[in-house]
Each structure stands twice: as C-alpha cells, then as structure tokens.
C-alpha cells in the first residue's frame, strides 16, 4: 500500500507545474458546482418554491447587474492584460482594483438613485440589492486574484482559498437559513459574507506594496477592451438566466423556483463540458498547429457518444434525480430537465466548434452569435411561456442553443474552407443533433413507464461497458502529455 501511494506521489510530482495548476483550477470548479449540486436536497427541504424563487430570482438578477456594475473586469480583459503587460503585472494589477472600486461605487450610486423605477422588474427590495452590490464587486476581486495566482502558479494558495470560500460559504448560508425567519435572505447573506470576507484578503493582497491603484494607460487599455465585450456578457447570460427572471414576471416566484431546481438538476452534466473542454482545447489546438488534422472526427465522434449516453441515463433517472433533489412540491419541475439536459449537447457542440474560431483569429462572430440567440430567447419566452406556462421555458432554452450551435457550425465552416480543413463529421453530428432533440420532446412520455425506462437505463449502461476500451482510449489521447510534439 505504501509503495502505491509513494508512485502515486511520484507521479504526481513530475507533472509540469502548468498542468498541475489546470488540474487544481478545474478541482476547484468542480467542488463548487458539486457543493451547489449535493447541497441543493437539504436547500429544497428547508425552503419553500416561493423561497427557493427568491433566491433563483436574486442569483440571476446578481449576474446581469454585475456586467454593468463592474464591466466584468476580471473576465477576458485581465488574461489579456497579465499576457500583454507581463514586464509590469503587478501595477497593472493593482491599477484594475482601483478602476474596479470607482467604477463599482459610480454604478451602485446610479442603481440606487434609479432603483424605485426598477422595483415592478427586480421585484427585490433594498437590502438583496444593497447585499448585491457587495457581492459582485467581491466576485471580481476573487476572480482576478485566482487569475493572477494561476498566472504566477501559485496552485495551493488558490486551491486553498478556493475551497474556504466554497465550503464556509455553504456552511454559514445553512446556519443562517435555520436562525432566520426570512430564509431566503439567510441563503443570500450568508454567501455574501464570507465572499466579502476572502475577497478582502483577496484585495489587499493585490495591492500591497503596489505603487498605485490609478494609471490612466491601463485603464484607457481596459475600458477600451471590456465595453466592446457587453454586448456578448448581456447575451451569455440572458440565455443561462432570462428565463427564471421571466417565469417570475409572468407567473410567480414559486413557479421561477420549481424550474430553477430542475434546470440545476439537468445541468449537472455542465460539469463534464467543462472537463472535456480542460482536456479537448490545448490538444485540439496543438494538431491545428501542427497541421495534424488526421483523427479529429474520430476523437470528436466518439466524445460525442460519450456525452449523448450520459445525457440519456440522466433524462431516463430524472424521476429519481427530482425525488432526491427536492420534495414533493417542486415534482412538476421533472418535465425541465429533458430539454435543459439536451440543450448542454449543443452547448458542448460551441466548446468543439469554438477553438477553431479562436485559432483562425476570427473571434467577432461569438458575440453576434450570442446576441442573436438571446434575442430570440426572450421572444421565445414571451410567447411560449405566456402560451404554455414554464415548462415551456425549457424547450425555448434548447431551442435557442440549437441555434447557437447551428451560427457556430456555419461560421466554424467558413474559418475551416478558409484554412483548408476538413476537421468534423458534418453528417453524424447532424445525426446526433436530431437524436438529440428528438428525445428531449419524446422522453417526457416514458416517465409513467417505470419498466420501460430502467429497460432503456440497462441497455445504455451495457453499452457503454462493452466500449469501455474505446473509452478509455479516447480519454487517454486527450490527456496525454505533449501528445503531437
């Protein structure tokens, strides 16, 4: 057993240190979205749908108010700006939390003097709003600090307060929910503090010894940069959020509460994506670069399947998934998932498309894209959920990815024939994607045939046992280490 473990160290110690802070980034984002999903059963038995909508509500209004709160500066800008001012990272740091504070507190003000006219949209009084604010100024000095320690490394000083964050987060927001009345706000209050907390060590960590916090360069560079960048922010997150904040304005917060439990629930699969991702990017773009075009569809093909089995076992247990996730009360959410589920499919598809986009530097087209699929996100909403009430919230959300996946495929094309690649199988993809869809509007109607489901889970489980080896195959050429140099 020792001698295991010793190899296993070894092992572990010979990794380059790049690829260790990869791996120790990706554990901290899966701990997060794994906490939010264990935790989701003991959230749903405390708080009623009415709650659990307020709490749905707040967290959808935090990531669009938080784009115009703070321009998302940690998001896109930063990386750039720690690759193209590398001689000078450490003013240039500090020169984003000065820009960070003003441009935070100049926008807060402005919420604030306008927010009565905003309340028959928000629907949130003052001190969500107020707790609000905090937060997504603490959000953008936790996430440029962790880019920065990646940048420079430094895995376990980030691993570490990572993993604070994440689990006292959760620790205090469960006190907090059994101490007070207005439970909701406990949920809420409790996140907050102790991100506002670390991110206080956070920002003092980021401008200590620093020689100042105000340089007009970087932040002409920055604005400059970002401003460009909302339109596409808005848009992201219009397709991820739009829909609770429009279920609550047109039916109820309780209803805005069943679907958010279930849309968490079907994207629990997001975690993969962001797996595959980690691994399928760098080796994607390493055989562009090395012109090694060979085997890609292959690779592509069988990743695919992989994903499409475990898209189908979790539509097939979503019945079981509702019963653990949450009570009886938020049961009619079960008719979600199939459709959300699905949609992470095409989504998926825009991670094996995009690279080929980002290496082609011809990167406008995400953000015209993205507008277009929200745009049609909202009319979709408008119409269907007025017409059909919020369960049909989860077919315009995969509608709209669909969409999305489709614009990705068209221009992915043109970057293809531009460069003369021939890189996907158009044909199987386009195969899949009718599967796909296909089940998410037929699978609803197998729930009330409990033998025919665990017939469909059996057979799917077989499979995949059987092409263990090819799995695993596939799996190994992603990770290996400098696998076409």
């Given amino acids: 057993m020792n001698i295991k473990i010793h190899k296993i160290k070894s092992k ?46 707040y967290n959808s209004w935090e990531q ?63 001190r969500y709003i107020f707790i609000m604010t905090v937060q997504c100024f603490f959000t953008i000095i936790l996430g440029m600090w962790t880019l920065r320690q990646r940048f420079d490394y ?29 439970k909701s706000f406990g949920k809420i209050s409790g996140t907050a503090i102790i991100l506002m907390i670390i991110g206080l060590f956070c920002f003092f960590d980021m401008v200590k010894g620093k020689k100042s916090i105000v340089n007009f360069k970087y932040w002409k560079f920055a604005l400059l940069y970002n401003i460009p960048m909302i339109p596409h922010f808005i848009s992201s997150v219009i397709l991820n959020q739009l829909d609770r904040i429009m279920i609550q304005n ?19 699969v997001y975690i993969l994506n962001q797996a595959l991702a980690a691994s399928y990017n760098p080796w994607l773009l390493q055989r562009l670069k090395k012109k090694m075009y060979s085997g890609i569809k292959q690779v592509v093909n069988a990743i695919l399947l992989l994903y499409l089995s475990l898209l189908f076992l979790i539509i097939l247990f979503a019945p079981e998934i509702m019963k653990i996730m949450a009570t009886v009360d938020y049961y009619d959410g079960i008719y979600v998932i199939p459709p959300v589920a699905c949609s992470m499919f095409f989504i998926l598809l825009f991670t094996m498309f995009a690279p080929i986009e980002h290496y082609s ?6 953000g015209i894209a993205s507008t277009v699929s929200a745009l049609v996100n909202v009319l979709l909403n408008y119409i269907f959920i007025n017409a059909f009430g919020y369960l049909a919230a989860g077919y315009t959300t995969l509608a709209c990815y669909v969409i999305y996946a489709f614009a990705h495929w068209i221009y992915m094309k043109k970057c293809c ?50 092409r263990r080896k090819k799995i695993t195959a596939i799996l190994a050429e992603l990770t290996k280490k400098n696998n076409v140099q």
């Avoid at 193209?84 to 926008?107: A, K, P, Y």
């Avoid at 620790?171 to 207005?182: C, G, H, Y």
């Avoid at 309780?254 to 629930?265: D, L, N, P, R, T």
Wanted: hydrophobic share 55%; charged share 15%; net charge neutral.
């Fill in 12 to 57: 572990y110690n010979n990794i380059p240190l790049p690829l260790k802070v990869s791996f120790w980034y990706f554990v901290c984002s899966l701990l997060q979205k794994g906490i939010s999903f264990i935790t989701l059963p003991i959230f749903t038995r405390v708080l009623s749908t009415e709650e659990y909508g307020v709490i749905s509500i």
């Fill in 64 to 126: 669009i108010i938080i784009i115009f709160l703070t321009l998302n500066l940690s998001n896109s800008v930063f990386n750039v700006g720690l690759v193209r001012f590398d001689n000078d990272r450490d003013n240039f740091q500090s020169s984003m939390v000065g820009l960070e504070i003003i441009i935070t507190l100049i926008m807060s003000l402005i919420l604030f003097l306008v927010y009565n006219s905003l309340i028959p949209i928000i629907q949130l009084d003052y």
């Fill in 154 to 182: 430094n895995y376990k000083k980030m691993t570490i307060v990572s993993v604070l964050n994440i689990i006292l987060g959760v620790l205090v927001s469960l006190v907090l929910v059994f101490m007070l009345k207005d």
């Fill in 250 to 268: 047109m039916i109820g917060l309780s209803e805005a509460g069943i679907y958010s439990v279930a849309y968490s629930s079907a994207c629990v």
């Fill in 361 to 366: 530097l011809k990167t406008k087209f995400i």
């Fill in 417 to 466: 024939k531009d460069d003369n690649m021939l890189l996907f199988d158009d044909r199987k993809i386009l195969i899949m994607s009718v599967v796909v869809v296909s089940v998410a509007i037929v699978s609803a109607l197998f729930y009330s045939y409990s033998t025919l489901r665990y017939l469909f889970i059996f057979s799917i489980i077989l499979l995949c046992v059987s």
